[in-house]
C-alpha cells in the first residue's frame, strides 16, 4: 500500500541542497543544553550526533574534521571514549 503523504514530502526536500539537509540533520541529532546531562553517556545519541556532523564536514569539503568526527562516533560505538566529566560539576570553589 502506497502512502501518498511520502510524495509531497520528498518533493519539498528537493527544494533545499544536500548541505542544507546534512545540517537540518545535525541540528536534530545535536544534543541541546537541557538533555546535555541526560544524553552526554548516551552512546548511540553521541555517536548519531558525531556521525551527522561527519556528513557535514565532508559536504563542506573538509575531510579531516570529517575524519575526526567519524572516530569520535566510532569510538562511542566501540567503548573506546567516555564522557569526560562536567567542567561545572566537582569544582572546589576558593575561599576568599
Same mark, same amino acid.
Request: aromatic share 4%; net charge positive.
Given at each position: 500500500?502506497?502512502?501518498?503523504?511520502?510524495?509531497?514530502?520528498? #518533493?519539498?526536500? +528537493?527544494?533545499?541542497?544536500?548541505?542544507?539537509? %546534512?545540517? $537540518?540533520?545535525?541540528?536534530? =541529532?545535536?544534543?541541546? &543544553?537541557?538533555?546535555?546531562?541526560?544524553?552526554? #553517556?548516551?552512546? +548511540?545519541?553521541?555517536?548519531?550526533?558525531?556521525? %551527522?556532523? $561527519?556528513?557535514?564536514?565532508? =559536504?563542506?569539503?573538509? &575531510?579531516?574534521?570529517?575524519?575526526?568526527?567519524?572516530e569520535?562516533?566510532?569510538?562511542?560505538?566501540?567503548r573506546?571514549?567516555?564522557?569526560?566529566?562536567?567542567?561545572?560539576?566537582?569544582?572546589?570553589?576558593?575561599?576568599?
Open positions: 500500500m502506497s502512502q501518498p503523504t511520502q510524495l509531497p514530502k520528498t #518533493s519539498q526536500l +528537493n527544494e533545499f541542497s544536500t548541505l542544507e539537509l %546534512a545540517q $537540518a540533520l545535525m541540528e536534530r =541529532l545535536s544534543i541541546s &543544553p537541557n538533555d546535555w546531562h541526560r544524553l552526554k #553517556s548516551n552512546r +548511540n545519541s553521541r555517536a548519531r550526533e558525531q556521525a %551527522a556532523a $561527519a556528513i557535514v564536514f565532508l =559536504l563542506k569539503d573538509q &575531510p579531516q574534521e570529517a575524519l575526526a568526527r567519524l569520535q562516533a566510532t569510538g562511542w560505538l566501540d573506546s571514549i567516555s564522557a569526560p566529566p562536567c567542567p561545572s560539576h566537582g569544582e572546589k570553589k576558593s575561599a576568599d
